[in-house]
Every structure is written in C-alpha cells, then in structure tokens.
C-alpha cells in the first residue's frame, strides 16, 4: 500500500524558515516524480514544486522560486520543501503527492502557518 | 501559464439528477485530470487522462472533452458524490488546478 506522510509543519514567524518531509512507502519511490501541492484555509489546490525521480530537475512556481527548494533522498525514500523566508501568504495545508496518471497518491497534508 | 476556469462554482442537485461540471483552459492541453475533495480530507484522483475513472470511481461517473474544453459528468447524482472536484493540467508548468467546483445535494 502507498503511503505518504508528511511532517514538519507548525507556526513560524514572516521571515524564518522551515522544512517539510514527506516519508515514501509501499512503492518504487526512486522511479517517480514527486510533488509538493498546498491548500490556504478555505481555498483551492496549488501547485508548489516538483521533482524528477533522479532529483536532477525540479520546478517552481513563480512565488515561490528562489525561496523553497525541493530535494529527496532516494536511499531513505523521503521528499523535502526547504521554506525560506516565509510570507503570510505561505500560510497553508502542504500535501506531498506522486502517480504515474496525474497526483495518482496523496499524503494527509501538514499545516504550515506564517504568522507573527 | 494556463489557467482553467471551472463553472459552476457551486451546484446544488437532488439525488438521480444529471450534473456537469466544465473546465475551460486558457490554452489548449492535452488531457485533464479530476479530483475529488471532502471537507478535511485529502484530495483523491478521480478521473485522468481525460476519460478515465481512478481506481473505486463509481462508474456513473464520466470526463470528456478536448482542447480546451472539458467536463465531468454524473449520470444519477447520489448523496455521497457531494464534495469539491477539482480539475487540472499536466500539460505545462506551471502546472494549475481549477478554482473548484462544490457539489452540494439539494
């Protein structure tokens, strides 16, 4: 069974930094691409970042570029969001998510909240 | 980038009703993906690739479309289908989601 469980979410203050993991079970997980998908409170789905199965690419949204950075250890089968300097706007349910036909699997979600 | 636009915002149907919910890109894409979301839960995978139904789909579920023009289709509406659908596109990034739609049982 896949599983995806992401951790490191909390209150953090406008500016400070935080960073995310999401632990991989049940699959292949060097042979997939990974995502990092967040919801604000009472919103819609977004889109963060993205990762290719090697880690040799990764991708943005504009937003968030030069600010998050997404990474994963093969050998452990964990996915990373390094968040720097985070904005209110930040502030939101972070789900990690992979497939082969689309976000196929997604994790429970960890909040993450920016606020003074 | 391309964005999807999703209508309606909100529907109400009453159970065996027929409901379709549309998505329209900005630009054309190659397939849409749905997603099915209930209050504090995760999103699940409803549909791909367009047409196909996710794994437990119930099968009076149904997508189609092409282009830039797609929709998911309930044949006979049933209380437990109440719940936000999603769409989105694989077909460049940034990728994007639709506004969402809430279906709601009258």
């Known amino acids: 069974e896949v599983q995806l469980v992401e951790s490191g979410g909390g209150l953090v203050q406008p500016g400070r930094s935080l960073k995310l993991s999401c632990a991989a079970s049940?699959?292949?997980?060097?042979?997939?691409?990974m995502h990092w998908i967040r919801q604000a409170p009472t919103k819609g789905l977004e889109w963060v970042a993205s990762i290719s199965p090697s880690g040799g690419s990764t991708y943005y949204r504009d937003s968030v570029k030069g600010r998050f950075t997404i990474s994963r250890d093969n050998a452990k089968s964990t996915l990373y969001l390094q968040m720097d300097s985070l904005r209110s706007e930040d502030t939101a349910t972070y789900y990690c998510?992979?497939?082969?036909?689309?976000?196929?699997?997604w994790g429970q979600g960890v909040m993450v909240t920016v606020s003074s | 980038e391309i964005v999807l636009t999703q209508s309606p915002t909100t529907i109400a149907a009453s159970p065996g009703e027929k409901v379709t919910i549309t998505c329209r890109a900005s630009s054309s894409v190659s397939y849409m993906y749905w997603y099915q979301q209930k209050p504090g839960a995760s999103p699940k995978p409803w549909i791909y690739?367009?047409?196909k139904l996710a794994s437990g789909v119930p099968n009076r579920f149904s997508g189609s479309g092409s282009g830039t023009s797609y929709s998911l289709t309930i044949n006979t509406m049933e209380t437990e289908d109440a719940a936000t659908y999603y769409c989105?596109?694989?077909?460049?990034?940034?990728?994007?989601f639709g506004s969402g739609t809430k279906l709601e049982i009258k």
């Open positions: 049940g699959f292949t997980f060097s042979n997939y691409g």
């Open positions: 989105q596109q694989w077909s460049s990034t940034p990728l994007t």
């Open positions: 998510a992979t497939g082969a036909y689309g976000f196929d699997y």
């Open positions: 690739d367009t047409s």
